[in-house]
């Protein structure tokens, strides 16, 4: 049974309509075609995985940035965060972690605080892995205002298969490190901008795991 729990998962409930529909859809298939049926019980399997929602053990030492979503690191940069949230108009260091359609898609926030702005915007839907996505595509952002008064910028974009994101937290919410915050289908992107002086601990090409990797050290600022 501990075994059977390593590779079964909790299923998030957005994914219970999308595991239904699939199902029915292969039931069809079968009448049709045992060849038929069997590829479409795959894709009911896998659309059952892409929805996994694993508890997570985040760190708990105090000032420490954690991952928002499972994926790759695929930039880390000088930017300016969205317009639309409000924050100063000056370049802060930027990682992008890009989820393919096999990873696990719930989001978590990366720090503790309270969430003062939420603002979405519509675009287009091109491969989240490049660098205009962050400009050009539909985005959710989110502000976090952290205890000591600093902010930072968590973004949720979509993708080439992505075209929904989902958001399950309000404005004045206070959230606490790795707790879950939205959710996008089928394949995206998340970006987090960092608070100014404040460098990441990650590089380009490392697996991260939402609520566990740590992102980067709001303890530690300036480089080495």
């Known amino acids: 049974m501990q075994m059977l729990g390593t590779f079964i998962k909790p299923m998030h409930r957005e994914g219970v309509r999308f595991v239904a529909i699939f199902a029915a859809i292969t039931v069809g298939l079968f009448l049709i075609s045992d060849f038929l049926g069997w590829i479409g019980a795959g894709l009911t399997v896998w659309c059952y995985y892409f929805f996994r929602d694993p508890e997570r ?26 317009a639309e949230l409000g924050l100063p108009d000056q370049p ?62 968590v973004v949720q974009i979509a993708g080439l298969v992505a075209r929904r994101i989902v958001c399950f ?17 089928f394949g995206s992107r998340l970006d987090v901008y960092l608070p100014e002086g404040v460098e990441p601990l990650v590089q380009i090409g490392q697996t991260m795991i939402a609520g566990e990797t740590v992102l980067a050290d709001l303890h530690l600022t300036g480089r080495a």
């Open 57 to 82: 053990v985040t760190p708990t030492r105090e000032g420490l940035i954690v991952s928002p979503a499972d994926g790759i690191v695929s930039l880390i940069e000088p930017a300016v965060p969205p």
């Open 169 to 185: 937290t309000e404005i004045g919410a206070q959230m606490t490190t790795g707790e879950r915050f939205g959710l996008i289908r």
């Open 92 to 153: 802060l260091t930027r990682v992008s972690v890009f989820m393919n359609v096999f990873n696990c898609h719930v989001n978590r926030v990366p720090v503790s605080g309270e969430i003062t702005a939420i603002a979405y915007r519509p675009g287009k839907f091109l491969n989240a892995s490049l660098d205009k996505a962050s400009v050009d595509n539909e985005r959710n952002s989110l502000a976090i205002r952290m205890q000591d008064g600093r902010s930072i910028a």
